[in-house]
């Protein structure tokens, strides 16, 4: 961190302290609470000149790269890396994942899913869930346009509002595009929409069984003792235990390893029946 120039550091400090608040933001427009039309007007403009400042120290970086002899590709990428925190390039490649979904969605495709293989879906308990609340973001998105008077204020809330609405489409669309895959050699790979990806490999099973519970936590829970909870709709249906520890990451890059796995999908059975009976 010494070694890095004092814009490259500068802007690494700025963009670690906004992504929190962002964040912040972002879990308050998906459960529907609004901050003030002052708040979401101020955290914008903070937003837009740290991005500022980010595309003058990566433009720095890149010039530098390429004075070294880097070629364009090479440049960009070291800029990138050197600039930009491990965890905010990770949310960023989530979103972009995300929004892709949509038209695959719209297509009818899967993503990771080859002839041959079972693909299990797991977004039952959440679907209703997930139109609820854009039917509410979207009534609310409305009745702000009718009700704001000032017109900077106005745009920016809207803008918010049907962003907000997209990026809760394109996490569902996600979802339902990335399933759980059964392949016929007997190993799998467990997924949550672009968020949480796992490959587990057939002789890492040491059991399956249907299993349902109804856990409590965020999404990605891990127990001391090793238990990695994937919960959708507050449940998991499917027990997977393990032979050995495996690593998993988590959706901002950190690292840990499980040796039982719980996680959920729709049709619970056909999953176990797939994984006992591999090819």
Do not use: K
């Amino acid at each position: 961190m010494s070694g890095r120039p004092r814009g490259v550091r500068v802007a690494r400090v700025a963009v670690a302290a906004v992504l929190p608040g962002e964040l912040a933001l972002a879990a308050c427009l998906v459960a529907g609470v609004r901050p003030p039309g002052w708040a979401l007007a101020g955290a914008e403009a903070l937003v837009l000149v740290v991005l500022l400042l980010e595309a003058w120290v990566l433009r720095s970086l890149y010039v530098a790269a390429r004075a070294r002899g880097a070629d364009r590709r090479a440049a960009r990428r070291s800029a990138v890396q050197e600039a930009v925190p491990v965890a905010v390039r990770r949310l960023v490649l989530h979103e972009l994942r995300a929004l892709a979904s949509l038209g695959r969605w719209v297509r009818r495709g899967t993503h990771g899913v080859r002839p041959g293989d079972l693909a299990a879906a797991y977004t039952g308990p959440q679907t209703a869930m997930m139109y609820g609340l854009l039917f509410v973001m979207v009534i609310e998105t409305v009745v702000l346009a009718l009700l704001i008077p000032w017109p900077v204020v106005h745009r920016v809330i809207l803008v918010l509002d049907l962003y907000g609405v997209v990026l809760v489409l394109a996490l569902h669309a996600a979802c339902v595009t990335r399933p759980h895959v059964v392949r016929p050699d007997g190993s799998l790979r467990i997924r949550y929409g672009a968020l949480f990806d796992l490959a587990i490999p057939p002789d890492a099973v040491a059991s399956v069984r249907v299993d349902r519970r109804y856990p409590e936590g965020s999404l990605i829970t891990l127990s001391e003792d090793g238990v990695l909870d994937l919960i959708v709709g507050s449940q998991t249906s499917v027990t997977l235990e393990l032979n050995r520890p495996l690593p998993f990451t988590r959706p901002l890059g950190a690292t840990e390893e499980a040796h039982i796995i719980r996680f959920h999908a729709d049709d619970a059975r056909a999953l176990v029946s797939a994984l006992r009976q591999p090819a």
